[in-house]
């Protein structure tokens, strides 16, 4: 069965400096899709960043950008220039491929907590 | 605005109560899920419907049962609720399909049960 790890529970960084949440996760499947996810305070799940397992560029969104690391199943997300505002939980999540009767799974890890420093 | 609506955003009810959530999915988007967060907790899937029909179940009590009509909104009915249902519910949608965007999340109903 898959799993998602997210293994820091919670992470500090000084504003405008570069933080990296790490994600871990482990599947028998080649061809899945890995997220990430912000929860700020408000507690509105936003989408942070999308990642292809078949593709090797690592995806990159403004700021934020992943390290995506296949073989070693890992895919952390890179967050630069830290702002306020990025406080908030930051949930990675793995979908799998789809299966023969047409569903897949959607796992979520337990989150990591982003503290801003001003 | 996502484009997920979900009602009522707050609810408080009674124990052994009956409640009902709803949630319209963004156009387009044929699959509804249901997530559980307790409080600083992640997300449990409970359950998920794709145009009409039930296509996966996560660790949803019997208690509870949800629905997805011909117009594509979704209800969650939770029943003899107790004090531990006392959670954030999301609910989430998405295309469907080979390529996938990522779900779309509703701002979720926050349920307290006293």
């Known amino acids: 069965a898959q799993t998602v790890t997210q293994s820091q529970p919670e992470m500090s960084v000084q504003e405008a400096e570069t933080v990296t949440l790490s994600c871990t996760y482990d599947?028998?499947?080649?061809?899945?899709?890995l997220f990430w996810y912000k929860q700020p305070p408000s507690r509105q799940m936003i989408l942070v960043i999308r990642q292809e397992a078949y593709k090797q560029q690592n995806a990159t969104e403004n700021r934020f950008s992943v390290n995506f690391q296949k073989a070693a199943k890992s895919f952390s997300l890179k967050i630069s220039d830290s702002q306020l505002g990025d406080a908030a939980m930051y949930f990675c999540?793995?979908?799998?491929?789809?299966?023969?009767?047409?569903?897949?799974?959607?796992?979520f890890g337990t989150g990591t907590r982003l503290k801003v420093l001003a | 605005d996502s484009g997920v609506t979900q009602t009522p955003k707050h609810l408080i009810t009674a124990t052994g109560q009956r409640v009902t959530l709803r949630c319209s999915p963004r156009s387009g988007d044929l699959s509804v899920y249901w997530y559980q967060q307790s409080l600083d907790q992640g997300l449990q899937f409970l359950i998920q419907y794709y145009n009409g029909e039930e296509r996966a179940k996560g660790n949803i009590l019997e208690r509870f049962s949800a629905q997805q009509f011909p117009d594509l909104h979704s209800e969650l009915n939770l029943s003899s609720l107790e004090l531990g249902d006392s959670a954030l519910y999301f609910c989430?949608?998405?295309?469907?399909?080979?390529?996938?965007?990522?779900?779309?999340f509703g701002s979720g109903t926050r349920l307290t049960v006293v």
């Open positions: 599947t028998s499947e080649s061809d899945y899709y």
């Open positions: 989430a949608s998405s295309v469907d399909g080979d390529r996938d965007y990522g779900y779309t």
């Open positions: 999540a793995y979908r799998s491929a789809i299966g023969p009767s047409g569903t897949y799974k959607y796992i």
